[in-house]
């Protein structure tokens, strides 16, 4: 009768796991809510941290390419980039954000997960000397992974960073 009583156990709270699924459509579930910045909210949280940013087009507007945008900037990402300021003691420039003409898919700068920074010997330094190698992307850029799961990816002239979180913020 014990065991009985465990499967029974066993299979509610597995269907109260299934059941929240049994709502969605599509073949995939749906990606957890993110909150959204505006450029207003975020460069008033980088300034407050001594985080800068630069466009090599002067601009903030989202739909052009030579602009530095924070519009629909994910809060994990701005929060993100305040743990690696605070963390690295490093100097950060943004010099990508959420404007047109980066690389797309789900976890993309145009989606809010990524940042671009200026590359610096004190940030490539803390990114080699702290976070863990993984390899090469797939196309071809050099990866290091943070504790947290966040991925900076060397692309030469900048740091280009996924943030999948704030970094422990």
């Not at 990606?31 to 959204?36: G, I």
Request: net charge positive; aromatic share 8%; proline share 2%.
């Amino acid at each position: 009768m014990k065991t009985r009583s465990i499967l029974t156990a066993l299979a509610l709270i597995l269907g109260a796991l299934l059941v929240p699924a049994a709502g969605l459509t599509g073949s995939a579930a749906a990606a957890p809510a993110v909150t959204k910045l505006t450029h207003a909210s975020a460069t008033s949280m980088f300034s407050s941290s001594g985080i800068t940013w630069s466009s090599s087009g002067g601009c903030s507007n989202r739909n052009v390419a030579t602009c530095t945008s924070f519009d629909q900037l994910n809060l994990t990402t701005a929060q993100g980039a305040q743990t690696l300021k605070s963390a690295s003691g490093c100097a950060l420039n943004i010099t990508g954000g959420t404007e047109t003409g980066h690389a797309s898919g789900t976890y993309s700068h145009w989606n809010g997960y990524k940042l671009d920074f200026g590359k610096t010997t004190c940030l490539t330094n803390y990114v080699k000397n702290t976070f863990t190698y993984i390899g090469l992307r797939g196309d071809g850029y050099p990866q290091w992974q943070s504790a947290s799961g966040n991925v900076y990816a060397d692309e030469g002239s900048h740091w280009d960073v996924t943030y999948q979180n704030c970094g422990g913020c």
